[in-house]
Nanobody
Framework: QVQLIESGGGLVEAGGSLRLSCVASGRTFNNYPMAWFRQAPGKEREYIAATFRGTFYTDSVKGRFTISRDDDRNTVFLQMNNLKPEDTAVYYC???????????????????WGQGTQVTVSS
């Protein structure tokens, strides 16, 4: 059974930093796309960043967030700096088994999802 387990969320003041981790088990995602999404209360789940033969970001987090991966540990990270209150959301890790993705922001491209970790940024 494939599982993605996120950790590292919490409460932080605006301008602070957090580092999220997502560990995959049940299969390896080496050389497959992995991504982070987030969902704020009352809003749709939105794409943040992906990693697969490069790194890709949505505009709102460019220069503040960094996605990285450790394939030896089957883990993907999201380093979040200069956090803002509007970054408050539940953050989800996602993994795909597709080698060719045109649009990394589409949720339908990812077969596996974590349970989410809460990030709250106070003003």
């Amino acid at each position: 059974q494939v599982q993605l387990i996120e950790s590292g969320g919490g409460l932080v003041e605006a301008g602070g930093s957090l580092r999220l981790s997502c560990v995959a088990s049940g299969r390896t995602f080496n050389n497959y796309p992995m991504a982070w999404f987030r969902q704020a209360p009352g809003k749709e789940r939105e794409y943040i960043a992906a990693t697969f033969r490069g790194t890709f970001y949505t505009d709102s987090v460019k220069g503040r967030f960094t996605i990285s991966r450790d394939d030896d540990r089957n883990t993907v990270f999201l380093q979040m700096n200069n956090l803002k209150p509007e970054d408050t959301a539940v953050y989800y890790c996602a993994a795909s088994t597709r080698w060719y993705i045109v649009d990394y922001s589409l949720r339908s491209n990812y077969e596996y999802w974590g349970q989410g970790t809460q990030v709250t940024v106070s003003s």
